[in-house]
């Protein structure tokens, strides 16, 4: 989203800015390294060719940031976590060939791998085309994928990064937290502290990457 991408461009020197393709491109410094933010928009699709149009631009790591839900009881609101493993949850051959929820038809295992950092803890992330408070949907996440971290962007980042062989790296800060409330609710009622905490935290998230 525009307001997650602000963090980051807040934090760039000689920022600047234009449109390819039709989406705004940010180019700039930041920790010392050239650095250029794409600004995806909501969901896989837009995740995937923003991820692959900054590929094709020339960039030799991709770093995914924004915020997320919190599947685990013992999370709290604005605590920012890397991400080591993703999984599209919504995507399904299960009736086709017999795979698990999630599992690409090019690969064995739903979980597609990035890079962390080791600067945070580490969670696995799963990414679908909804947000939403559906307990069937919390239930796979949780029980079935073991997913700590929900999104709507992640593990679309991490497949094209997969394919094309480039270092994949996520931050996410938690915007809602399972069991406390309306996770869409908590999202509307904390989103601007997150993004606060990420504009402060992206220098030392970046810095060395």
Known sequence: MDNEAQCVIDNLTGAEERREYGRRVIRGKLCGEDTFLVVSGIGKSNAAAATQFA???????????????????????????EVDSAVQYDFDLAAVNGTMVGTLDERSTP??????????????????????????????LLNVLACSLRDMECAAVAHVCERAKVRCVAFKCVTDVLGKGAMTGQYVDNLSRCLKKLKAEIPALFANV
């Open 55 to 81: 590929i094709q631009t020339g960039a030799d790591a991709i770093i995914n940031v924004g915020v997320a839900g919190g599947l685990e009881s013992s999370m709290e609101v604005a605590d920012i976590y």
């Open 111 to 140: 979980y597609i791998p990035l890079s962390p950092t080791g600067k945070l803890v580490a969670k696995s992330i799963g990414t679908g085309d909804r947000f939403n408070d559906r307990e069937d949907d919390n239930e796979l």
